[in-house]
């Protein structure tokens, strides 16, 4: 409370200077770069939100999402103190201490808070730590944000509106961690083909080398020609919308994904989600607590190189694959998949796991795939179902299989639904082989060895 009414004293001393004409202390130099040294006027986009709305979305806590988080927060700071969401104690990615208290603070701390207003042609240098306040509607603008790598930056977005054509509207060149906090509606696109970075192909609308945290109250839309959000560590997401249109991946890490809670709408030319790194196979991981996601796309739904571990949240997912990885476990959410090819895909990508594995201990999994060749889930590996329902809808006669699996299908708890009828085994492969297939409470012969 006190670290929020300080917040309130210091917007209120910013909005008066600014009110009485002060202008913004920033440097700037024939290339059309700005670097800021102190707090700018503040913008007056019609779709910003002025200074005091921002001081009361800042206090507000009335939607659940904050609830949730500020329960989960301590008062400790978010360089000494962890927090994560509960989760199952046996999932296949470690969450302990993934969010930090400030990962999940919805309310940025705006006490010492500097304001940007953003203008055509401009590159915006950010070369101190802090947070800053970001506004106005440009063109041909990028956030360019560079300190050393013990430093944390935070972008609170409050109605901004950028659009370039050939380059990011946020670069992150190096930083401990930026935070990107939306407040309002904010937008972001590119429209053209990306220039690189010397040697850094700089392809996505935010772009970043670093690790990047999302989150806030509001709203970000991002268009882009190529992809949405590109970052070379970890991403994390813990609230906020994210509306994106994509021509390649709409988000993609190297490292990994975790997202602890927020509101997904995405349309994409390839993945909706993608986690790799191509230089090394164990890295590339993709965790999900919670949240809401609506994504349509060409190719895979949700694909992460070393695993995908979902503990709860809705999908509403349309792809050609819905989700792919080396170590597929479903815990919990409602997920529902429509696919053109297989619906889940547990496929060799890693040299984490000995062999490939699709696992659903919980939660409520709806997988419909149409096709000539398609399996509603497939492994290369093994198949477990512990719990949960799952219900397939998949085209009924060879060579497409409800379930397909290379190793072993073991069948412990949950229903399983085929094309409306309730089984009690995970069904044979109509493609024979060496394999076994799981009755409920144990194994039986059948199943098919893999190609």
Known sequence: MKKRNLA??????????????????????STGEISITSTGAESTNENNKTIDEVI???????????????????EKSEDTTEASKTSVSNGVIDTTDLFTNRDLEQNPDLSDAKSITVSDGQTINITEEGTYIISGTASNCTIKVEVDTESKVQLVLNGVSITNENFPAIYVVSADKCFITSVGDNS?????????DGNTNTDAVIFSKDDIVFNGTGTLTINSSANGISGKDDIKFTGGTYNITSVSDSIEAKDSISVYNGTFNITSSKDGFHSEDSDDNSKGTLYIADGT???AVTSDGLQANTAVQIDGGTFDITANEGIESTYIQINGGTVTITATDDGI??????????????EITGGNVTVTVSGNDVDGIDSNGDIIVSGGTVNVTYPGQPPCDSFDCDGTATYTGGTIIINGEQVDSIPQSDRMGGGMMGGRGGMMPGGRMGF
Request: with cysteine.
């Open 188 to 196: 972001l696109s590119v429209t053209g083909t990306f220039d690189s």
């Open 8 to 29: 309130v004293i210091a917007l209120a001393v910013l909005l008066i200077s600014t009110a009485a004409g002060c202008n913004q202390a920033d440097t700037s130099n």
């Open 293 to 295: 996601f609506h994504i």
């Open 56 to 74: 009361e979305d800042i206090g507000n806590q009335t939607n659940s999402e904050t609830s949730q988080t500020s329960q989960q927060v301590s």
């Open 345 to 358: 895909n547990g496929s060799d990508k890693s040299n984490v796991y000995s062999k490939p594995t699709v």
